[in-house]
Protein backbone atom coordinates (compact mmCIF):
# COMPACT_ATOMS: atom_id res chain seq x y z
CA UNK A 1 0.00 0.00 0.00
CA UNK A 2 3.02 2.54 0.95
CA UNK A 3 4.77 1.20 -2.37
CA UNK A 4 7.40 -0.90 0.00
CA UNK A 5 7.90 -4.70 -1.62
CA UNK A 6 8.01 -7.29 0.98
CA UNK A 7 10.95 -9.13 1.24
CA UNK A 8 10.62 -13.00 1.24
CA UNK A 9 12.47 -15.02 3.79
CA UNK A 10 16.13 -15.79 3.05
CA UNK A 11 16.54 -19.33 2.16
CA UNK A 12 20.25 -20.69 4.01
CA UNK A 13 22.46 -20.88 1.10
CA UNK A 14 24.61 -23.61 0.40
CA UNK A 15 27.86 -22.75 2.01
CA UNK A 16 25.54 -22.69 5.51
CA UNK A 17 24.68 -26.40 4.96
CA UNK A 18 27.80 -27.45 4.03
CA UNK A 19 29.47 -26.06 7.26
CA UNK A 20 26.97 -28.76 9.55
CA UNK A 21 29.22 -31.83 11.14
CA UNK A 22 29.74 -34.69 8.99
CA UNK A 23 28.02 -37.97 10.03
CA UNK A 24 31.69 -38.87 10.77
CA UNK A 25 32.17 -36.14 12.79
CA UNK A 26 29.12 -37.01 14.80
CA UNK A 27 29.88 -40.13 16.04
CA UNK A 28 33.38 -38.97 16.67
CA UNK A 29 31.84 -36.53 18.87
CA UNK A 30 29.59 -38.76 20.93
CA UNK A 31 32.25 -41.35 21.65
CA UNK A 32 34.61 -38.71 23.21
CA UNK A 33 31.64 -37.60 25.20
CA UNK A 34 31.45 -40.89 26.55
CA UNK A 35 34.98 -41.35 27.13
CA UNK A 36 34.78 -44.54 25.03
CA UNK A 37 37.84 -46.22 23.12
CA UNK A 38 37.44 -47.22 19.06
CA UNK A 39 38.83 -50.94 19.88
CA UNK A 40 36.32 -51.67 22.55
CA UNK A 41 33.54 -50.57 20.38
CA UNK A 42 35.03 -52.20 17.45
CA UNK A 43 34.74 -55.84 19.60
CA UNK A 44 31.17 -54.60 20.48
CA UNK A 45 30.32 -54.17 16.51
CA UNK A 46 32.50 -57.20 15.28
CA UNK A 47 34.14 -54.69 12.60
CA UNK A 48 37.63 -53.56 12.37
CA UNK A 49 39.80 -50.42 14.30
CA UNK A 50 39.83 -49.32 10.78
CA UNK A 51 36.62 -49.11 9.64
CA UNK A 52 35.58 -47.29 12.30
CA UNK A 53 38.49 -44.52 12.40
CA UNK A 54 37.07 -44.41 8.43
CA UNK A 55 33.58 -44.15 9.63
CA UNK A 56 34.69 -41.58 11.61
CA UNK A 57 36.79 -39.68 9.22
CA UNK A 58 34.72 -40.16 6.35
CA UNK A 59 36.57 -41.72 4.21
CA UNK A 60 34.33 -43.31 1.95
CA UNK A 61 36.86 -45.15 -0.28
CA UNK A 62 38.12 -47.25 2.44
CA UNK A 63 34.65 -47.99 3.38
CA UNK A 64 32.70 -50.92 1.46
CA UNK A 65 29.67 -50.18 -0.74
CA UNK A 66 26.79 -47.84 0.72
CA UNK A 67 24.52 -51.16 1.63
CA UNK A 68 27.05 -52.30 3.91
CA UNK A 69 28.26 -48.81 5.06
CA UNK A 70 24.51 -47.86 6.22
CA UNK A 71 24.48 -50.89 8.45
CA UNK A 72 27.63 -49.67 10.14
CA UNK A 73 26.11 -46.14 10.89
CA UNK A 74 22.94 -46.96 12.10
CA UNK A 75 24.89 -49.94 14.07
CA UNK A 76 27.45 -47.61 15.75
CA UNK A 77 24.77 -44.60 15.70
CA UNK A 78 22.45 -47.23 18.28
CA UNK A 79 25.22 -47.72 20.39
CA UNK A 80 26.46 -44.13 21.21
CA UNK A 81 22.73 -43.74 21.82
CA UNK A 82 22.50 -41.16 19.04
CA UNK A 83 19.64 -41.08 16.31
CA UNK A 84 20.90 -42.29 13.06
CA UNK A 85 18.34 -41.14 10.35
CA UNK A 86 20.16 -37.44 10.24
CA UNK A 87 23.57 -39.22 9.59
CA UNK A 88 22.20 -41.47 7.17
CA UNK A 89 21.09 -38.64 5.52
CA UNK A 90 24.42 -37.12 5.33
CA UNK A 91 25.70 -40.01 4.53
CA UNK A 92 23.21 -40.20 2.06
CA UNK A 93 24.32 -36.55 0.18
CA UNK A 94 27.67 -37.48 0.10
CA UNK A 95 27.47 -40.90 -1.81
CA UNK A 96 24.27 -40.24 -4.45
CA UNK A 97 26.50 -40.06 -7.41
CA UNK A 98 28.98 -42.55 -6.61
CA UNK A 99 25.74 -45.13 -5.73
CA UNK A 100 25.16 -44.70 -9.98
CA UNK A 101 28.39 -45.97 -10.98
CA UNK A 102 28.75 -49.68 -11.36
CA UNK A 103 30.80 -51.77 -10.77
CA UNK A 104 30.85 -51.40 -7.05
CA UNK A 105 34.07 -53.17 -5.39
CA UNK A 106 34.33 -53.96 -1.58
CA UNK A 107 37.66 -52.42 -0.79
CA UNK A 108 38.51 -55.64 2.00
CA UNK A 109 37.74 -58.27 -0.12
CA UNK A 110 37.86 -57.41 -3.62
CA UNK A 111 34.97 -59.20 -4.75
CA UNK A 112 33.33 -57.06 -7.48
CA UNK A 113 29.16 -56.89 -7.43
CA UNK A 114 27.95 -56.17 -10.85
CA UNK A 115 24.10 -55.02 -10.81
CA UNK A 116 22.70 -57.72 -13.14
CA UNK A 117 24.95 -60.57 -12.03
CA UNK A 118 23.38 -62.82 -9.16
CA UNK A 119 25.08 -62.19 -5.49
CA UNK A 120 28.10 -64.32 -4.89
CA UNK A 121 27.18 -66.06 -0.96
CA UNK A 122 30.64 -67.70 -0.97
CA UNK A 123 32.30 -64.96 1.14
CA UNK A 124 29.05 -64.49 3.65
CA UNK A 125 29.14 -68.39 4.15
CA UNK A 126 32.84 -68.36 4.82
CA UNK A 127 32.48 -65.53 6.98
CA UNK A 128 29.90 -67.26 9.16
CA UNK A 129 31.84 -69.90 9.54
CA UNK A 130 34.65 -68.07 10.68
CA UNK A 131 32.21 -66.53 13.30
CA UNK A 132 30.83 -69.58 14.25
CA UNK A 133 34.15 -71.14 15.11
CA UNK A 134 35.39 -67.92 16.81
CA UNK A 135 31.77 -67.83 18.91
CA UNK A 136 32.48 -71.69 20.34
CA UNK A 137 35.74 -70.96 21.03
CA UNK A 138 34.89 -67.59 23.49
CA UNK A 139 32.00 -70.01 25.07
CA UNK A 140 35.08 -73.46 25.80
CA UNK A 141 36.90 -70.49 27.15
CA UNK A 142 34.60 -69.12 29.28
CA UNK A 143 33.58 -72.76 30.33
CA UNK A 144 37.11 -73.86 31.38
CA UNK A 145 38.05 -70.20 33.39
CA UNK A 146 34.77 -71.24 35.37
CA UNK A 147 35.64 -74.45 36.29
CA UNK A 148 39.20 -74.10 36.55
CA UNK A 149 39.64 -72.57 39.73
CA UNK A 150 37.29 -75.43 42.10
CA UNK A 151 39.63 -78.31 41.54
CA UNK A 152 42.82 -76.64 43.76
CA UNK A 153 40.12 -75.31 46.00
CA UNK A 154 38.57 -78.32 46.90
CA UNK A 155 42.36 -79.95 47.18
CA UNK A 156 43.23 -77.49 49.66
CA UNK A 157 40.39 -78.78 51.81
CA UNK A 158 41.22 -82.13 52.01
CA UNK A 159 43.24 -82.28 54.72
CA UNK A 160 40.15 -81.15 57.52
CA UNK A 161 39.07 -84.59 57.09
CA UNK A 162 42.33 -86.42 58.13
CA UNK A 163 42.67 -84.26 61.18
CA UNK A 164 39.65 -85.02 62.33
CA UNK A 165 39.53 -88.64 62.53
CA UNK A 166 42.33 -89.59 64.89
CA UNK A 167 39.64 -86.87 67.58
CA UNK A 168 37.30 -89.10 67.06
CA UNK A 169 38.82 -92.67 67.74
CA UNK A 170 40.11 -91.31 70.33
CA UNK A 171 37.09 -90.49 72.05
CA UNK A 172 35.89 -93.30 73.55
CA UNK A 173 39.13 -93.89 75.38
CA UNK A 174 39.05 -90.56 77.07
CA UNK A 175 35.23 -91.62 78.40
CA UNK A 176 36.46 -94.91 80.44
CA UNK A 177 39.58 -94.76 80.84
CA UNK A 178 39.78 -97.67 83.31
CA UNK A 179 38.14 -100.31 81.15
CA UNK A 180 39.70 -102.87 78.95
CA UNK A 181 38.91 -103.13 75.64
CA UNK A 182 37.27 -106.93 73.92
CA UNK A 183 38.08 -107.94 70.74
CA UNK A 184 34.77 -107.22 70.06
CA UNK A 185 34.63 -103.19 71.29
CA UNK A 186 38.18 -103.37 69.12
CA UNK A 187 35.74 -104.55 65.97
CA UNK A 188 33.68 -101.37 66.37
CA UNK A 189 35.79 -98.70 67.07
CA UNK A 190 36.37 -97.88 63.43
CA UNK A 191 32.82 -97.61 62.74
CA UNK A 192 32.59 -94.93 65.66
CA UNK A 193 35.27 -92.92 64.24
CA UNK A 194 33.69 -91.95 60.98
CA UNK A 195 30.34 -90.43 62.51
CA UNK A 196 32.03 -87.23 62.94
CA UNK A 197 33.27 -86.69 59.73
CA UNK A 198 30.23 -85.60 58.02
CA UNK A 199 30.92 -81.82 59.14
CA UNK A 200 34.14 -81.87 57.93
CA UNK A 201 32.86 -82.26 54.76
CA UNK A 202 29.82 -79.70 54.64
CA UNK A 203 32.88 -77.43 55.99
CA UNK A 204 35.14 -77.70 52.92
CA UNK A 205 32.29 -77.43 50.71
CA UNK A 206 31.51 -74.20 52.19
CA UNK A 207 34.96 -73.11 51.92
CA UNK A 208 35.18 -73.82 47.89
CA UNK A 209 32.48 -72.22 47.36
CA UNK A 210 32.93 -69.15 49.27
CA UNK A 211 30.09 -69.89 51.52
CA UNK A 212 26.94 -71.74 51.63
CA UNK A 213 26.34 -73.54 48.46
CA UNK A 214 23.59 -71.63 46.17
CA UNK A 215 24.48 -67.90 48.54
CA UNK A 216 24.17 -65.45 45.97
CA UNK A 217 26.27 -61.99 45.48
CA UNK A 218 25.81 -58.81 45.40
CA UNK A 219 27.10 -55.93 43.35
CA UNK A 220 26.25 -52.38 43.72
CA UNK A 221 27.93 -49.74 41.15
CA UNK A 222 27.69 -45.50 41.16
CA UNK A 223 28.47 -43.81 38.27
CA UNK A 224 29.51 -40.13 38.41
CA UNK A 225 30.17 -39.74 34.73
CA UNK A 226 28.33 -41.49 31.32
CA UNK A 227 30.14 -45.04 30.79
CA UNK A 228 29.00 -48.55 29.71
CA UNK A 229 29.19 -52.03 31.73
CA UNK A 230 29.54 -55.77 31.03
CA UNK A 231 28.72 -58.37 33.48
CA UNK A 232 28.49 -62.04 32.71
CA UNK A 233 27.58 -64.49 35.70
CA UNK A 234 28.95 -67.60 37.07
CA UNK A 235 27.85 -69.82 34.10
CA UNK A 236 29.46 -67.61 31.82
CA UNK A 237 25.72 -65.39 30.86
CA UNK A 238 25.31 -61.97 30.43
CA UNK A 239 23.00 -60.33 32.83
CA UNK A 240 23.96 -56.51 32.28
CA UNK A 241 25.10 -54.94 29.27
CA UNK A 242 23.81 -51.21 28.92
CA UNK A 243 25.04 -47.70 28.92
CA UNK A 244 24.63 -45.80 31.86
CA UNK A 245 24.37 -41.96 32.02
CA UNK A 246 26.06 -40.19 34.99
CA UNK A 247 23.69 -40.23 38.48
CA UNK A 248 22.67 -43.16 38.18
CA UNK A 249 23.38 -46.64 40.03
CA UNK A 250 22.97 -50.58 38.97
CA UNK A 251 22.59 -53.67 41.25
CA UNK A 252 23.04 -57.00 39.98
CA UNK A 253 22.80 -60.07 42.03
CA UNK A 254 23.81 -63.55 41.43
CA UNK A 255 26.62 -66.38 41.53
CA UNK A 256 29.69 -65.38 41.85
CA UNK A 257 32.32 -65.66 40.13
CA UNK A 258 31.23 -62.61 38.19
CA UNK A 259 33.66 -61.12 35.09
CA UNK A 260 33.16 -57.66 34.89
CA UNK A 261 34.11 -54.98 31.59
CA UNK A 262 33.30 -51.32 33.02
CA UNK A 263 33.89 -48.58 30.33
CA UNK A 264 35.17 -44.84 31.50
CA UNK A 265 36.27 -45.97 34.69
CA UNK A 266 37.07 -43.76 36.58
CA UNK A 267 33.97 -42.38 36.49
CA UNK A 268 32.50 -45.60 38.79
CA UNK A 269 32.40 -46.77 42.25
CA UNK A 270 32.24 -50.29 42.47
CA UNK A 271 31.05 -52.24 45.77
CA UNK A 272 30.91 -56.41 46.29
CA UNK A 273 29.20 -57.37 48.78
CA UNK A 274 29.33 -54.32 51.33
CA UNK A 275 33.27 -53.81 50.45
CA UNK A 276 34.72 -50.82 48.00
CA UNK A 277 36.82 -52.46 45.06
CA UNK A 278 39.36 -50.49 43.73
CA UNK A 279 39.37 -50.48 40.35
CA UNK A 280 42.59 -48.59 39.13
CA UNK A 281 45.03 -52.11 39.90
CA UNK A 282 42.20 -54.01 36.80
CA UNK A 283 42.38 -50.74 34.50
CA UNK A 284 44.01 -50.21 30.74
CA UNK A 285 42.74 -47.25 28.54
CA UNK A 286 40.41 -46.51 30.92
CA UNK A 287 38.82 -49.84 30.70
CA UNK A 288 38.53 -52.14 33.90
CA UNK A 289 38.47 -55.66 33.12
CA UNK A 290 37.94 -58.19 36.74
CA UNK A 291 36.59 -61.25 38.13
CA UNK A 292 34.90 -60.52 41.36
CA UNK A 293 34.91 -64.62 43.51
Known amino acids: MNGETETPPMEPDADSL ?53 GFIRNYARLLQLDAEPLLALYHDMVKDVETKAPITLQSENIPIQPT ?34 APAATAAAPPQKATAPVASAAPVAQSPSTTLTESDSASQPAQATTPTMPAVEQTQAAAGGGVW ?45 RLEIGNAAGVQLNYNGQPIDLTPHTKANVARLTLE
Open 18 to 70: DARPGFGAQLRAARERLGLDVKDLALQLKLSVRQLEALEAEDLEALPSPAFTR
Open 117 to 150: TPKNWMPYLIASAVLGIAVGGWWVYLNSSDSAPA
Open 214 to 258: GERARIVMTFSQPTWVRVMDRGGVEVLHKNKPAGSEEVVEGNPPF
